[in-house]
């Protein structure tokens, strides 16, 4: 029974102390005046009696009621019902004054008498006061007390005779039952009567109609989303204007809690004066009045329901976590069925009659009710979890958390994981987890309902039907007697308020309503307590736990074969059978990932455990312990599913015999998990076990039975559980005598006692490592972390043998430390020990003795460990595989042996076989080494499954880029090791994990090795040079007699001289100069003397003109001539080797050799082409105004336009630029500046005058009389004021390269037109920084365009982003397509092609339409090279066969000084800037157009990626160095014709590509087959470009496959006689994209037609031909077969009909010399052995075509045929060739010999100009007369012949005159 009410309160409105506007509440009276005992009176209660504040009011207004509540210290609530009604004003005396004044003041103005006034009902200023009765009360019963209250306020406004008093003594004395449903009826003594009744069950909420309205004002969502934040401890703030809705809503969640109880702040009606306590940090749930919302604005983290509104607002930086689906929707489905049932028919073609809806109360009980069953599946089997940790005195449970989320398969889910750790499911739990107490509704539900809600789950009526039987509990619950109208109490009359009232309320008797009171406690202590016994049960556990979410394994779905395969293999193990559990031990190292299979193990493991130990062999020792460690790799912290529990009797029972009275056991293997140091685990451990104690204790000795299951309760049915155990104990308790009670408590401590020392033992098992030397605590530990800055991490040598010798340098911890490992694990368990015996109620003093042990057992255990350390070192190690040895190439030698490693995934997608097809070919178990060229590491996969492939990944050791070491764990032992990841810029990734047999030393040693063969102090020190000699640094002794200089000491004699020149002229203005190879270590020249003596007066003789070149520069000269870069003036007509030594004044260029000695710039090469006009001595003067003293020089020129392009570095501050500023220059004395840029201006200007279209116009356009006109106006040098046209044409050509401009939309360039009609002569490429604020230039002569370039620090980045993009190191966490694309994105690696692309075909449009383009960026050697090449290969063919990029590559790439060393990080030097990939970058471009034309390049894509592997790889000396000069310095130069001491290493990447061509087309391009169109224009948006597959691909088989010789492995017979196609033998294999190379394994149609026929071939007995002539051959037969109309087209076989789009506007044009044997060209229309360097013989199908037609085969037409020696192109040397002179097609053609069917090569005689006498040539016939030589000039270039002798030579002259005659 309690006190319907506790206090009367009457509480009225009282000045403000501090006289401020508002007032205050003062309590009037209290009743009763006295606190009761048990209920102080409550504090505060004036100011929750007006929430807005206590103001006084101009009008009456009517009562108000509502309930507020108040909480105690003790959490117990109050429930304060306020009836407020409103008096007028009592003036006080002061304002009795003021007013008798101010009436004074009117009679004084009315002049009349004091007159009364007329009676008012209120004065005009008349004000009201709020005035307030309470009732204080611990019961909820809202409607009695407005009845109370509401029955006092009648008695006093309508004046009826009933004593207050008696009404409030009546109040405070009536008695009524807490709960069981009773029903009482009460009368307060005025002639009223109120029926109460009382729940039946008090432990359910009321909740009235409070959910139904919660729901109205909000909606399903919201509520839902204000229960999810309620229940995960998130603030919660209602606003409504009105106070009775927000107690209502406050009360309408707690309600939805049930059965969990809100433990944190709750105030439904929060007061003005308290806002503040919204800040509060800690979760509430608080009702404000909507007036306040602006203050509820400014609070981030709380979320705002407005009731008035229906919304809630969630502020961003709070996640609600939502109900764990399918319950989200479900329960979201269920509620509005009840909401709003005619959802349902409202589609219905005939809906029933209107359906009864729910009155309010009851859709608020079935509103519940859908929450209640939503608890009763959240919680399904909670019982099960729980641990009785003590029965007596008093229960102690805890709750098992992580196995409760582990078998609902929730252990992810953020919602159940907040609710579990919340305040209000710990009060769950201690109150509902006693197995002994009354039982309610949710009890029932949980355990006996759960089938049900199952079953009904996709059958919403049966759902539907159930909540309304739930819901008419609730409401019986609530109601428990038919509602009988039998309240009678007096309401005072309408609109009573408004009446005057007779008087204010009045002052109370208290002395009356004390004695009430006091009589009735009398009464109340006299009669007998009215106790209702508690029917007390014990609480149904229900059925064991089942999955929310019903999960099949996901891929371990076959469990039961899994299961079966774990059990054999364990049999396997114990029976001896090795061998056998090898082979399956993959196989269950799969399979526990699946959580059937690691339960399986541990209970299998148990069943071979006898009394706590089993004793095993080293091999059996090891194969337990690495199942053992794979099932704990899984295991999280929490260990949800009990595995680690499971596993931790075992751990310490499995052991092996290591030496007479030392025993290691399983768990000093087994640290390495983050399980072992969380301290949940332990806690949760302990309970289990505690528990199973406990109940043993009181089992009888016929039931105890040891179960299995450790960290649940057992399951079997004929056992009882602990629960039950417990509340069998709990009912007998009160039975038991003092004695016995004593006893049974002292029993269960003194468990938990013994099982807290035992724990104390196993913790340090686990945590103490097993070499206790080294501080190496796992990292990852939580709880010894904290506790340990200095652990680092624990690492166990788990096998025998294996020690982990270093402590992590990183972390640089010494052995100082060391003993501070069993400081942390004391710590740590003195934590747990403390925790969980004052949990479980040990005494302090058996605390205190704990305290005192731990240490001992730590120190006792290390003691031990030391020997087992000891002994575990000198057990012999386990047979690991036989390491691989890799092939080396020639000359590759082993720095390091192989070191035993795992190489672990990278993240590319297919590397793990996974997505590609094929088991996983990684993780590898192999070894790395380390060779003076490569890393290699060569392995087997560790999943057997794979079979037995060999997986080598290798890469240069040049490539490398990054170096880190890493912590990773070994795939098969789990054990976290020591590892390395090696990234290279050839895209591959080593990334490996040391074995436990490598000590830290030795992968020190590795990496510094690494480190030295990457970094060699010196550019000597390189593979490429070191190679094939045993390579010196001294000088080789000299000859004493030469008959000529030799190469070594005249490339010296080069070196020296322009050492000395540069020493007298070479203005270090620069930045970057070259180191000499003084400094890097080389030893002086004895002989400074030498055979050449250099004269003193250098100045002269350095800038000589060709004709007075001394003897020794002739020599020198020649050997430049045989430069690339000669070569290629010379085809390109820009002056042959006879003009440029004497000139020939009509060609307006010349070659010059001002530069022979390197003196002008360094890193150009030693003959430049420069205009005719230009002496010597003035380039000198220009080339200091450019950068690196790089001036402008041609390097190529087109044959249709004449235009040419040329190069240099970017401008000096003081060069151009800084003359377009100088607006007024000081005449008198120029400064040598000024000269210069004068000579820079003359160059311009000469540059434009020797362009053909100009040349006629340069008379007048001379420098002369050009600056007698603009010098004056415009200070120096107005003529090249030209650049970015300010105004109106500014757009023209920068915007349009900058992109600004109209381009076409598919990045296409713009149409010619678009520059301005009257085109500039020459324009300059620039850079946008440099040539700010030039003016434009009148005469229009040039133009410089402005454009933004990228520099090479963006180039490095955005390389590292694309690495890592390709190969991202670890794999992905969800592995996509799109996250690839997105970092690719992000690298901006297309973005830089495409800007390259862009410029390029802008250069390429000017110069087609017949202007000079200069290209100056930077300093001229990284973008300016990208842009000049790229340009030369889009407009010239020839660049486009193997011999022409050739020729291009070694001109502008090597012979311009391209920094490859420096670029390349080559040397130690180079090792802060990295590696910058220009060169890569480049290859790249052309591979996009290669890709976009297919048809047009000799070489296939393959040439393109060997080349991109090869530039950095340092195996060919062709990319060392920065310069010509520096390869001169060196000797590496002219060293191939010089000495061949070693024929056998190819020291040029050339010469190897030209060695291997022979023996495969690898390099070639089968679709070659250039059209006419010259001019390639390909696309260059990003959308257009391809990720080159360079960058993605790898072959696991033999590693990368451009060391050819290495790549030809030995899996399958060599290419020669693999048994292929029909063979009988063929056999099948199977072809994986990351293991195989595709292309080797599936060879394109036409490799492989070659390959059978060189197979049959053989096979008859012949030499096997070369493919090229096999090649050849099937070409020209094909030619032959299908010519009727004299136009055939390749046949399908050797081209297939490529789509192509071809955007040619320009006319074809350029051609080269003949002569090449390399290639061909696939054409139909003339001979198809055309050569490497033309991609087209004919330029108009002349003559050839037209005859064509009459004849089929060409050996008929020869009217003259004969052998002549024909000079070849450039490198190559005079050939004898049969030569057929054919006056019917009117062309010469040659072939190899008099029986060659297969033509070599035409010249159309339509493009003869001239045939004369030649003079010989270098490496002519030495036997034949000097008449006997006579030139041909074609249009396109000048043929040298010879023949046999002088009259032959004659006869041949005359014939081909006579053909053209006739012609």
């Known amino acids: 029974m309690a006190r319907l009410a506790d206090y009367f309160v009457l509480v009225a409105f009282g000045p403000h102390p501090r006289g401020s506007g508002e007032g205050q509440g003062q309590i009037l009276q209290r009743f009763p005046e006295k606190d009761w005992e048990d209920n102080p009176f409550p504090q ?124 409030v003594g009546n109040l405070l004395t009536c008695v009524i039952p807490l709960a069981g449903g009773s029903q009482r009826t009460i009368s307060l003594g005025a002639g009223d009567r109120q029926v109460i009744q009382t729940p039946l069950a008090d432990s359910l909420p009321v909740s009235r109609c409070s959910v139904a309205l919660l729901f109205r004002q909000l909606g399903i969502t919201n509520v839902l989303s204000l229960f999810c934040a309620a229940l995960t401890e998130h603030k919660v703030l209602f606003l409504s204007r009105s106070y009775q809705r927000l107690s209502d809503a406050c009360r309408g969640l707690l309600a939805l809690l049930f059965p969990l109880r809100y433990s944190f702040t709750y105030v439904p009606i929060l007061p003005a004066q308290l806002l503040e306590v919204l800040s509060t940090p800690t979760p509430f749930i608080i009702g404000v009045n909507a007036a306040f919302q602006a203050e509820a604005q400014e609070l981030l983290d709380v979320i705002v329901a407005d009731l008035d509104g229906g919304t809630v607002t969630v502020p961003e930086c709070v996640h609600i976590p ?180 007779p008087r204010p309320f009045p002052r109370l008797d208290e002395g009356m309503v004390q004695w009430i009171v006091d009589q009735a406690t009398a009464k109340m202590q006299g009669a007998p307590p009215a106790v209702k016994a508690e029917k007390r049960t014990t609480v149904p556990s229900g059925p064991p736990m089942t999955a929310i979410v019903e999960r099949s394994g996901g891929l371990h779905g076959n469990s039961a074969r899994r299961l079966e395969v774990v059990r054999n293999c364990i049999s396997y193990v114990f029976e001896g059978k090795m061998l056998e559990a090898k082979k399956l031990l993959p196989a269950v190292l799969r399979a526990l990932k699946g959580r059937a299979a690691r339960r399986c193990l541990a209970q299998e493991l148990h069943l071979h455990v006898q009394q706590n130990r089993a004793v095993l062999d080293h091999q059996q020792f090891d194969f337990v312990v690495r199942m053992m460690n794979c099932c704990l790799q899984d295991c999280t912290s929490l260990d949800e599913h009990g595995i680690a529990a499971a596993l931790l009797p075992l751990v310490t029972a499995f052991c092996r015999k290591l030496s007479p009275g030392v025993t ?26 505690v528990q199973t104690h406990i109940r043993a204790l009181y089992l009888e000795p016929a039931e105890d039975r040891d179960s299995f299951s450790v960290g649940e309760a057992p399951v079997q049915e004929d056992e009882r559980s602990a629960l039950d155990v417990a509340s069998e104990q709990r009912r007998l308790w009160p039975t038991l005598s003092r004695e016995k009670q004593q006893e049974l408590v002292q029993k269960e401590e003194s468990t938990v006692f013994s099982q807290a020392i035992h724990y104390a033992n196993r913790m340090s098992y686990l945590l103490l490592p097993l070499d206790s030397s080294k501080s190496r605590l796992l990292r990852e530990r939580a709880g010894l972390g904290e506790l340990e800055s200095a652990s680092n991490s624990l690492v166990t040598n788990s096998m025998a043998g294996s020690v982990a010798e270093s402590y992590d340098t990183e972390s640089g911890f010494e052995d100082a430390e060391t003993c501070d490992v069993a400081g942390a694990v004391v710590r740590f368990i003195n934590r747990f020990v403390d925790k969980v015996c004052t949990e479980s109620g040990v005494t302090s003093d058996h605390l205190k003795g704990l305290h005192v042990m731990v240490p001992d057992i730590v120190q006792m255990h290390i003691e031990t460990l030391e020997a087992v350390h000891r002994e575990s070192k000198r057990l012999p190690p386990i047979q690991k595989p036989k390491l691989l040895r890799p092939r080396l190439l020639p000359g590759e030698e082993c720095v390091l042996d192989g070191l035993r490693v795992y190489l672990l995934p990278d993240g590319r997608e297919e590397g793990a076989g996974g997505p590609g097809g094929g088991p996983a070919l990684l993780p590898a178990e192999g070894a790395v080494f380390l060779t003076t060229y490569r890393v290699i590491f060569t392995g087997m996969p560790t999943d057997p499954l794979v079979g037995e492939q060999v997986v080598v990944r290798s890469f240069p050791v040049a490539a490398l880029t990054k170096e880190k070491r890493v912590s990773v764990q070994t795939p098969v032992d789990q054990l976290l090791q020591d590892g390395l990841q090696l990234r290279s810029c050839t895209f591959q990734l080593l990334k ?39 390579h010196t640094p001294g000088r080789p002794p000299r000859a004493n007699k030469d008959k000529g200089p030799s190469f070594r000491t005249l490339s010296r004699n080069l070196v020296k001289n322009a050492k000395k020149t540069i020493g007298r002229q070479y203005v270090t203005r620069k930045k970057y100069n070259p180191p000499s190879w003084e400094h890097r270590g080389q030893p002086p020249p004895e002989d400074q003397e030498d055979e050449i003596s250099v004269s003193e007066e250098l100045e002269p003789s350095t800038l000589t003109p060709s004709l007075a070149l001394k003897p020794s ?69 220009v080339s200091r105004c450019y950068r690196q003293n790089r001036f402008p020089v041609v390097c190529w020129r087109s044959g249709r336009s004449k235009a040419v392009l040329l190069r240099s570095g970017g401008l000096h501050g003081k060069g151009v630029v800084g003359l377009f500023k100088a607006q007024n220059a000081p005449s008198p004395g120029q400064s040598q500046a000024d000269s210069s840029s004068l000579e820079q201006e003359k160059y311009l200007q000469a540059v434009v005058s020797s362009m053909p279209r100009y040349a006629d116009a340069s008379g007048r356009n001379t420098l002369s009389g050009f600056s007698s006109a603009h010098m004056g106006s415009h200070g120096k040098w107005g003529s090249v004021r030209a650049s970015g046209r300010s105004g109106g044409l500014s757009t023209d050509v920068g915007s349009r390269l900058a992109g600004v401009g109209p381009p076409q939309a598919n990045g296409a360039p713009p149409e010619p037109g678009f520059l301005r009609p009257q085109r500039a002569a020459l324009y300059i490429i620039g850079d946008k920084a440099q040539l700010k604020g030039v003016r434009p230039d009148p005469l229009q002569q040039w133009e410089l365009v402005p454009i933004e370039v990228f520099e090479a620090r963006q180039v490095k980045a955005s390389f590292k982003k694309l690495l890592k993009a390709c190969v991202p190191g670890c794999p992905a966490t969800e592995p996509s397509p799109a996250s690839f694309l997105r970092s690719l994105e992000d690298s901006e690696w297309l973005i830089q092609i495409h800007k390259l692309l862009q410029v390029s075909v802008l250069v390429v449009e000017l110069l087609d339409s017949g202007s000079s383009v200069l290209v100056s960026l930077e300093d001229g050697w990284d973008i300016t090279t990208q842009v000049v090449s790229l340009v030369q290969l889009l407009s010239d063919p020839f660049y486009r066969t193997l011999e022409g990029f050739r020729l291009l590559v070694e001109k502008e790439w090597l012979s311009f000084g391209h920094r490859f060393s420096h670029r390349g990080a080559h040397t130690l030097a180079g090792q802060s800037s990295g590696f910058t990939p220009v060169f890569l970058q480049f290859l790249d471009c052309v591979h996009q157009i290669h890709l976009q034309f297919p048809m047009e390049f000799e070489f296939s894509p393959f040439y393109l990626k060997f080349l991109g592997y090869h530039h950095v790889s340092r195996r060919f000396r062709t990319f060392l160095l920065d310069s010509d000069y520096e390869r001169i310095e060196l000797g590496l130069l002219y060293e191939e014709k010089g000495d061949r001491r070693a024929p056998q290493a190819c020291r040029s990447v050339w010469e190897y590509v030209e060695r291997l061509s022979k023996r495969t087309p690898v390099f070639y391009n089968y679709m070659y087959a250039p059209e006419d169109a010259e001019v390639l224009r390909p696309y260059s948006n990003v959308s257009n470009l391809k990720v080159w597959d360079f960058y993605t691909e790898e072959t696991l088989a033999e590693g990368p496959p451009y060391d050819w010789e290495l790549a030809q492995g030995p899996p399958e017979p060599p290419e020669e006689e693999r048994p292929d196609g029909g063979a009988p033998q063929s056999r099948r294999r199977v072809v994986w994209p990351c293991y195989d190379s595709r292309p080797r394994a599936q060879p394109d149609a036409i490799s492989r037609l070659l390959e059978e026929m060189q197979r049959l071939e053989t096979e008859l007995g012949r030499p096997p031909e070369r493919w090229k002539d096999a090649w050849d051959r099937v070409k020209a037969a094909q030619r032959l077969e299908g010519r009727p109309d004299g136009r055939g087209t390749p046949s399908s076989l050797l081209v297939s009909s490529v789509p192509h789009h071809r955007r040619s506007l320009g006319v074809y044009l350029q051609e080269g010399p003949v002569g090449s044997t390399l290639s061909l060209s696939l054409d139909s229309d003339q001979s198809s052995g055309s050569t490497a360097s033309s991609s087209r013989q004919a330029a108009r199908r002349s003559t050839s075509t037209l005859y064509s037609q009459f004849q089929t085969a060409e050996s008929e037409n020869r009217s003259y045929e004969g052998t002549l020696y024909k000079k070849g192109a450039f490198m190559k040397p005079w050939k004898a060739r049969w030569f057929v002179l054919d006056k019917t097609k009117h062309q010469l053609r040659y072939y190899d010999h008099r029986a060659d069917t297969e033509c070599k090569g035409v010249i159309d005689l339509a493009e003869v100009e001239a045939v004369a006498p030649g003079t010989p040539a270098m490496g002519a016939p030495k036997t034949v007369d000097e008449k006997a030589f006579f030139d041909v000039k074609t249009t396109r270039r000048v043929y040298n012949f010879c023949a046999q002798d002088v009259p032959s030579a004659q006869q041949w002259v005359d014939q081909i005159q006579s053909c053209l005659s006739d012609a």
């Open 1113 to 1181: 520069d002739r020599m020198t000269m020649s050997s430049l001539v045989e430069r690339a870069c000669c070569r290629d003036y010379q085809r390109l007509g820009l002056g042959t080797l006879s003009s440029s030594l004497s000139r020939a004044k009509s060609e307006p260029f010349r070659i010059s050799p001002v530069n022979r000695m390197y003196a002008i710039c360094r890193s150009y090469p030693g003959l430049l082409i420069v205009p005719q006009s230009v002496q010597d001595n003035a380039l000198q003067r």
């Open 322 to 501: 939502p109900l764990p689906e399918p319950l989200q929707s479900q329960t979201h489905s269920i509620l509005s069925m009840v909401l709003d049932p005619e959802l349902e028919l409202a589609d219905l073609a005939f809906p029933p009659p209107t359906t009864s809806i729910s009155s309010l109360k009851m859709q608020d009980k079935e509103l519940r009710a859908v929450f209640l069953r939503l608890f009763a599946q959240l919680l399904q089997g909670y019982r099960w979890c729980l641990h009785m940790v003590r029965i007596h005195p008093e229960p102690v449970i805890r709750f098992h958390k992580a196995a409760f989320l582990g078998q609902r398969g929730l252990v992810e889910d953020d919602f159940l994981m907040k609710v579990l750790e919340g305040m209000a499911f710990a009060g769950f739990v201690s109150e509902r987890g006693v197995p002994y107490r009354p039982t309610d509704l949710f009890d029932e539900l949980v355990a006996h309902e759960v089938a049900r809600m199952r079953a009904d789950e996709n059958h919403p009526q049966r759902v539907l039907r159930h909540v309304k039987e739930l819901a008419e509990q609730l409401y019986k619950n609530e109601n428990p007697y038919p509602a009988v109208a039998m309240h009678k109490v007096q309401r005072p009359g309408e609109a009573s308020h408004l009446r005057r009232a």
């Open 992 to 1030: 490996m994990a040391f074995d436990e047999e490598v000590g830290s030393d030795s992968a020190e040693l590795f990496r510094k090795q690494l480190h030295k063969l990457r970094y060699p102090p010196d550019i000597r020190g390189t593979f490429a040079l070191n190679l094939g000699s045993a």
């Open 44 to 167: 505060g209660i004036e100011l929750f009696c007006q929430p807005s504040g206590w103001q006084l009011c101009p009008e009456r207004n009517p009562p108000t009621f509502f309930v507020a509540v108040l909480t105690d210290i003790n959490s117990e609530r109050h429930y304060c019902a306020c009836l407020t009604f409103w008096e007028p004003v009592e003036p006080t005396q002061e304002e009795l004054c003021a007013r008798d004044a101010a009436e004074r003041d009117e009679e004084a103005d009315e002049g009349g008498p004091g007159a009364l006034p007329p009676p008012t009902p209120s004065p005009p200023g008349q004000l009201f006061a709020p005035k307030t009765l309470v009732l204080v009360s611990r019961l909820d019963h809202v409607e009695v007390f407005r009845n109370s209250l509401g029955l006092i306020y009648t008695i006093h406004v309508e004046g009826l005779n009933v004593g207050l008093e008696n009404v």
């Open 664 to 689: 290691q056991f399983a768990y000093s293997c087994v640290q390495e998990h983050v399980v072992w140091s969380t301290p949940q685990f332990w806690e949760a451990m302990f309970y289990g076990d």
